[in-house]
C-alpha cells in the first residue's frame, strides 16, 4: 500500500515537473503594449500607402485578391503587401511577375551587404528603401513609430528562425 502511495506521487511529481519544461519551451507570451506594435505593424504592412499615388497594376491587383488580399475592401494604392504577398509568410510575387523571398527570415539575417550600393542594409534602411522606391512614398523615420511597430512585426514573423547575419532570405 505504503508504496504504491509514493509510486503515485512520484509519478505527479514528474508529470509536473514535465509540464513546467514544457511550458519553459514555449515563448513568453509578449507583453500587451509590444503585442499592439506588433498588431499595428501588420495593419501597417497591409493597408498603409506612405502618401503613395502608384495604383497596383492590374494583373498584381487581379494576383493580389487571388491570393488573399481585398484590392475593393482593401488598399487602392501601393502597400508593403502588393509585393510582400499575405503579410510576407508565403513568397512575394511582384507587379511584373517576379516572384521574391518570403519575409519570413528577413529580421534574422539583417544587416546584409548590398554589393551594388556598397552599403551595409539595417532592417530598417531596407524598409525606407521599399517604401521609397517600391511604394514611392515617404519612408517612415528611423525610430519613429511606424518603424517601430514594421520592425515589431517582421520580427514577430521571425521568431525561432535562426539568427544569420548577412545571411540568406527564404
Ligand atoms: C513594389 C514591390 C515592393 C513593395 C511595395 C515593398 N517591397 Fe520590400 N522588397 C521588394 C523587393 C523586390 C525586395 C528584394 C530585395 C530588393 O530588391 O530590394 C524586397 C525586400 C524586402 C525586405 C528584405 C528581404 C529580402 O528578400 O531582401 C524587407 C524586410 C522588405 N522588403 C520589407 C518591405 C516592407 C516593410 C514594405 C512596406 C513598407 C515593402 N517591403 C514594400 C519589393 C517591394
Avoid at 503515485?8 to 519551451?25: F, K, Q
Avoid at 497596383?56 to 488598399?75: C, I, K, Q
Avoid at 521574391?100 to 550600393?117: D, E, H, Q, T
Wanted: glycine share 12%; hydrophobic share 45%.
Amino acid at each position: 500500500m505504503r508504496g504504491r502511495g509514493m509510486g503515485w506521487r512520484v509519478r505527479i511529481m514528474l508529470a509536473m515537473s514535465a509540464v513546467a519544461m514544457a511550458g519553459d519551451a514555449l515563448a513568453a507570451p509578449l507583453p500587451p503594449a509590444l503585442q499592439q506594435a506588433v498588431s499595428r505593424g501588420a495593419h501597417i504592412f497591409k493597408d498603409d500607402s506612405f502618401g503613395s499615388h502608384v495604383k497596383p497594376v492590374p494583373d498584381a491587383a487581379s494576383a493580389f485578391a487571388t491570393l488573399g488580399g481585398s484590392p475593393h475592401a482593401g488598399p487602392r494604392f501601393l502597400t508593403c503587401s502588393a509585393c510582400h504577398i499575405h503579410g510576407g509568410l508565403t513568397r512575394g510575387l511582384l507587379p511584373d511577375g517576379r516572384r521574391i523571398a518570403s519575409l519570413r527570415n528577413a529580421a534574422a539575417v539583417f544587416p546584409r551587404y548590398n554589393a551594388k550600393s556598397h552599403r551595409i542594409m539595417t532592417l530598417e534602411a531596407q524598409i525606407r528603401h521599399c517604401v521609397r522606391d517600391g511604394i514611392v512614398g515617404r519612408p517612415p523615420a528611423y525610430g519613429g513609430s511606424t518603424m517601430v511597430d514594421l520592425v515589431s512585426y517582421l520580427k514577430s514573423i521571425a521568431a525561432g528562425q535562426p539568427i544569420a547575419i548577412g545571411g540568406p532570405v527564404h
